[in-house]
């Protein structure tokens, strides 16, 4: 029997390869040279390496070039998502540099794990048999579960990260299980083959093994995404974690999630989108509501953020639905705009806390407006732009997103879209008002701003407002990525 | 297809039915005189003082995943013994393969390493 | 008719086997002390193994045994003795609604994923490593070509997934410095 070598070609892994280089770069700095205390150099290398994999990710643009053996891609889709991985990874590294030194979680094993978290998220992406997708999974959700209980002298931390590992580790089961139904249907792990084989034979769609499948695979994907009823661990994770790694799950894991999400239901089981769409209709209402509506009873700013971050993940579902072009690409669009919303308001959250006090409640943001200015102003831009008030990006994702459910006719679930969206305003608008119009009860002293965590601020308002204001130029280019995806 | 393990089944029962003849017959012939001292769980020794359940030290667990982790390498590199003269032709694609992955372990084992979790500290 | 005592009984091995499989998994998570939970979870890993050699698939029922039944295992008895087990032995089992219902669920899930299986419309694409194929050239040879041919790429993520465990375990549970600040 002979021997048929894969085609290896190490331009389409590039980003992974450089970004997994400097994750063992930066592992073995941080034994061979810690610095205990100053190890901030480790982020700023970490840095280096997100820019360098950034910049290889230039030369596979708007190509379509598959490698070892159909395992992975390098498309549009994949790219664009690795982009989105790697600002966040940028973003997550510089709010980490005074953050993690507060929190004496500053080893090199921090940063190294926040870089194989985004290689497995880039691999979720990029991935094109049930495989890659489920290593990459199983890479990012296991860094992810180390990040989370980081801080071990702190019993919130270590709840946070059992449960999310309990937890993680169960919906990986799931997942598991329904990849091994759909491979044992149609014998094959290469997505497109799937759906190759499901098209030749048509009997296959009424087949309960597949459709059983792809109900394990929607719990899988929804919790890692954070959809209800699968959402009931992410306030206590995200309370619980370090507020960096919490700013980076909830924009990261999420966008891998869907990510993963969308490559497996759209490339693979793209017959079947009769069959799903019901089930993510009513995920997607009671993703939206349920977060929207708890999230108005939450003191503490991390739990808010979290409670919210459920509502966002009910928002991009129904751009899923939709499942026609606008509404994927407007996955995209959302996915990159959260990302800046959502990391800027927690860097606020971190700027706002000193050792020892983390000043996490919403009560503690009363009269930060005025003592800190640009914060407080910083704060509101994420804030509205998380509420989807115009001219800022979250407005227009938003109404990228409803456009495309009216487009596919699915007018009430638009309907429930924009009521939510009203309700949002709410408690986003709350801290605004605490920030402005209330009284401190004590007064905040002594914060020390990080200029790394400063820069991530000032690179977050940008985004918000360049992706409101030029909106077009990033769908545009959503809208290429998505090309033979659908 | 399975013939060849019927001669393991066989050997599997009668080692199990040999064991349980052995354990069998020694209750219903040999003769007990049950003793308190007899039935303590040591019969010679030191009287147990307080719990018996103790607490392990953590530095157990780190033992053991790290041979957990080394184990699952080992089972990798086994096929790749058995296939590794078949690629003739190939040599050094296969050889570079393992070689990548034992490098990036390694690199885990310099970092346990000098991390100081093999010390019995 | 020889063919027919064959099939009877590779099928009464079987079963044999799933019944202790099933039997020992249900006295895994029936079971009060943890220690005995994890040795009934030896019976079910090596029952499993039986399984494997059962679909000719002897390389993964040996490496069941030697990751599974053999590492896994000590690594869990291990976990297990960090516990304090006085407190654990001397709770009880307690009844609790959200048991009820999880156990509701399972059954369902169970139910579900049973019917699924047996219902099946077609079966999947056959690849070309057919059952006798794979016995003619040998199990672990057959994993080793597909391995290290189509699967390389999924082969070398599978050891940075291993650095990761390793790096997690060792930060997770080494003692720290205390800082001086």
Redesign the interface.
Known sequence: ?G????Q?NFSI?APELII?AFA?VV??LG??FPR??KNDYLGYVSLVGIVVAFLYTFPIMGKSQY???N??VADGFGVFFKVIFLIIAFLTVLISIGYARRV?ID?G?YY??IM?AT?GMM?MAAGT?L??IF??L??MS??I??LA??M?GDRKSIES?LKYFLLGAFATGFLL?GMA?I??????IILE?IAA?IKS?P??L????I???I?LLTIGFGFKVATVPFHMWTPDVYEGAPTSITAFMATGVKAAGFAGFIRVFFSALGAFQPDWIAIMWLLAVATMTVGNVVAIAQTNIKRMLAYSSIAHAGYILVAFVAGNELGTASILFYLLVYAFMNIGAFTVVILLGKRGEENVLISDYAGIGFKYPLLGASMTIFMLSMAGIPPLGGFMGKFYIFSAAVKAEYYWLAVIGVLNSAISVYYYLRVTVFMYFREPEREITGLTFSPASVVAVIISVWGVLYMGIFPSDILALAQRSITGLL | MLYGYFAILVYILIALGFAGFVILASHVVGQRKSTATKLSPYECGMPTIGPTLRRLPIRYYIIAMLFLVFDIEIVFIYPWAVIYRSFKGFGFFILGEMLVFVGILIIAYIYVWRKGALEWE | MAENVVMLFQWLVFLGIALVCIFASIMVISNKNPVHCALWMVLTFLATAGLYVMLHSQFIAIVQVIVYAGAIMMLILFVVMLLDLEVELRSRLKFLYSKAIGGFFAVLLMLGIFYAVITRVLKGNVGSFTPEKVSAMGNVKAVGKVLFTDYLFPFEVASILLVVGIVGAVIMSKRREARKE
Do not use: H, Q
């Open positions: 029997m021997i048929t070598v894969p290896i892994i997994s063992l592992l073995l034994v061979f205990t205390g490698a070892f053996n395992m992975i004496d080893f094993e190294a794990l194989f290689l691999l048999s495989i890659t290593l990459g199983e890479t296991i860094a579960y180390v209980g980081l071990r990260a299980y139904l491979y044992g249907s149609t014998g094959t083959e084989y034979k009997e296959l009424r087949s309960p093994m459709i059983m499948g109900a």
